[in-house]
């Protein structure tokens, strides 16, 4: 039997509602193994973004509060990355939320830099990296 640790974690009471709404669905017996899956897809899903190598394109998407004053943040990850940027794009989604959407182009490792640095600022709320292997024909 696999050994297991018991652990406390906070959540936002409307993800955690969601959470359980699609544990329901979905026919799982407990909470703890609905957490079990998604610890095992996220793993699974940075695990192989980091296998990925060579020339990309693609987008990150952020979602913010832009209340947060967190966007000052961005501009200088944008910035100091500004090679593998080819646009960005700014909307209001909410009266709290901002969206961020960045082309990039360029060596994968880069482009997964700056994906995780946005995702470790304060007041970003969400982040989503999509990319497209460049064909070097």
Request: hydrophobic share 35%; charged share 25%.
């Amino acid at each position: 039997m696999p050994k297991t640790s018991r652990i406390s974690i906070s959540l936002p009471t409307k993800l955690l509602n969601k959470f359980d709404n699609m544990l329901g669905d979905r026919r799982y017996r407990s909470r703890s193994n609905g957490v079990q899956d998604a610890m095992k897809n996220y793993i699974e899903q940075y695990e192989s973004i980091n296998e990925i190598k060579g020339e990309e394109v693609g987008t990150i998407f952020i979602l913010y509060d832009h209340h947060s004053r967190v966007l000052e943040n961005i501009i200088c990850i944008q910035n100091e990355y500004h090679m593998y940027i080819n646009s960005v794009m700014h909307t209001h989604v909410t009266d709290n939320q901002s969206l961020e959407v960045i082309i990039v182009k360029g060596d994968i490792k880069y482009i997964t830099n700056i994906s995780d640095k946005l995702m470790g600022l304060n007041g970003v709320e969400e982040v989503k990296l999509t990319t497209i292997l460049i064909d070097s024909k």
